[in-house]
């Protein structure tokens, strides 16, 4: 859809289709307008029978929500897919009162009329604005997605937004009252927007839908660029999304989601190349011959030696991935893990890698890092390095799973508890000068890469659907 009506000449923005139960298909997205105050338009598809949906037709009512009282005229913007509750629908809308992050309920029946149900259903002091909220139930039973209206025992349901002032994404897992038009988190420490976050990297808008024919739940996020404005022009596009991925509630945690690549992605591996149990000393960095390592599927196990663990009384434990000095540093127990995108002289990498603290009490924490501080030679990126903790429950081994695509590494630790995108730009680790290589930064621990699957990945072959004509 494009702005060509006054309630969305400034822009044609965020939006969410809701499959009804009579088998059509409605969308609600945010438009503004001539005078960019944030409204709500509804849109139907031309053609209900094209698979791909390319063509819709705005309702000549639009719009069918203006930004109610004591909400700003800009703040009030991205509805989510609907949910059925006795009788009627009902939709999410992200806005913030002051600089208290807040997400607003309506309720409808047709799409077309609306009423804005009593209170907010959640709110968190000092997040700021909520875009791209979206709010969808998980089964704490099994790995089932569940459609977004589903409800009742075995049912947590996750609140997600994309919070607009320091654009990350944050999520947490709750308890939905519909009665009462609430969500409260299981854990309050850790709501929405000062707890888990989707993704740590660059990474940010993402947006869930229900896959009926899969039954599985599917979120997309959308990775923007690190490199200038002015190169984005001279290249005629910015952004790509992520890798599909599947999205289920963590049994063996009960505390955070799973994010997994969908299995579709695995019909584009070629030949694979498999090592075992590689001893990595402290310090020492090996190569892994696998032929051109620009599009891999990878996946690898980690164990560092019991006794060092044992011995060691404290390390590391107020480690920050982000503040850290990325895989350059070096500390009694990592940082240890993989270079990807790198040049044989190692002047370019992206570092995908473990780091270990451990308190005076024993316990252990693990961290899952990115470091992108040498991904390029190239002046007029940012580099940072991302990461948080990561849940390793006793007998687990360390374990990871890297997606690489030429320019964009996805990164999947312990199952998909902890997930990092990386958008970087090599100048020299690019078609066959790029490899790939085990490293171990620790000090004081030799670490065993137990195993290692490395795929050759195909391209996706995108099929050259019409694409929407402009000149309409």
């Known amino acids: 859809m494009v702005p060509d009506h006054w309630y969305d000449m400034n822009g044609v923005w965020t939006g ?23 409204v709500q338009n509804l849109a139907f598809p031309a053609d209900p029978s094209d698979p791909l949906l390319i063509d819709w037709i705005k309702y000549d009512g639009n719009p069918v929500l203006v930004p109610p009282p004591d909400i700003g005229l800009q703040d009030f913007r991205d509805p989510t897919t609907a949910w059925y509750v006795d009788g009627a629908w009902r939709i999410s809308i992200g806005s913030k009162v002051n600089k208290t992050g807040i997400a607003l309920v309506y309720e409808t029946s047709d799409f077309r009329s609306y009423k804005l149900l009593d209170g907010v259903m959640h709110a968190v002091p000092g997040t700021g604005m909520w875009e791209c909220i979206d709010f969808y139930p998980v089964s704490t039973t099994g790995k089932n997605g569940l459609d ?13 937004a994309s919070l607009d002032d320091d654009k990350h994404d944050y999520y947490a897992i709750g308890t939905y009252d519909a009665e009462k038009n609430t969500w409260t988190p299981d854990n309050p420490e850790e709501d929405v927007g000062i707890g888990l976050r989707c993704d740590y990297g660059k990474f940010y808008a993402s947006k869930t839908f229900y896959d009926q024919n899969k039954g599985r739940r599917i979120l997309w996020g959308w990775i923007g660029e690190t490199d200038n404005e002015k190169t984005d022009l001279e290249k005629g596009w910015a952004a790509v999304q992520t890798i599909p991925r599947v999205v289920v509630f963590d049994e063996k945690t ?4 799973l994010q997994w690549p969908v299995e579709e992605v695995e019909s584009l591996r070629l030949s694979s190349k498999d090592f075992s149990d590689i001893e990595i000393e402290a310090g020492s960095v090996v190569p892994l011959d696998v032929g051109t390592a620009t599009q891999l599927d990878i996946l690898a196990e980690f164990e560092i030696e019991s006794k060092t663990l044992e011995e060691t009384v404290e390390a590391d434990v107020g480690y920050n991935c982000s503040t850290s000095g990325g895989a350059a540093g070096r500390g009694l127990l990592g940082p240890f893990g993989l270079l990807v995108i790198a040049d044989g002289s ?37 580099k940072r390095v991302y990461g948080s903790s990561v849940p390793v429950l006793s007998g687990e081994k360390l374990s990871v799973r890297i997606l690489v695509d030429h320019s964009i590494v996805e990164s999947f630790a312990q199952g998909g508890r902890t997930c990092i995108t990386s958008r970087v730009y090599p100048t020299q680790a690019i078609y066959g000068a790029a490899g790939i290589f085990l490293f171990n930064n620790a000090t004081a621990a030799n670490v065993t890469a137990a195993s290692i699957k490395i795929w050759q990945m195909n391209s996706a072959f995108i099929h050259p659907y019409p694409a929407y004509n402009l000149e309409k």
């Not at 473990?354 to 940012?382: H, M, W």
């Open 346 to 382: 190692l002047t370019e990498q992206t570092a995908v890698y473990f780091y270990i603290g451990k308190g005076t009490d024993g316990n252990l924490q693990t961290f899952f890092c990115q470091d992108e501080l040498r991904s390029s030679e190239a002046t007029d990126i940012v």
């Open 16 to 38: 969410s289709a809701t499959f009804l139960h009579d088998g059509s298909i409605v969308m609600l997205y945010t438009g503004s307008t001539n005078e960019k105050v944030q």
């Open 254 to 257: 009960g505390s955070n989601l």
């Open 148 to 160: 977004t209206s589903a409800s009742g025992p075995g049912v947590k349901h996750v609140m997600k």
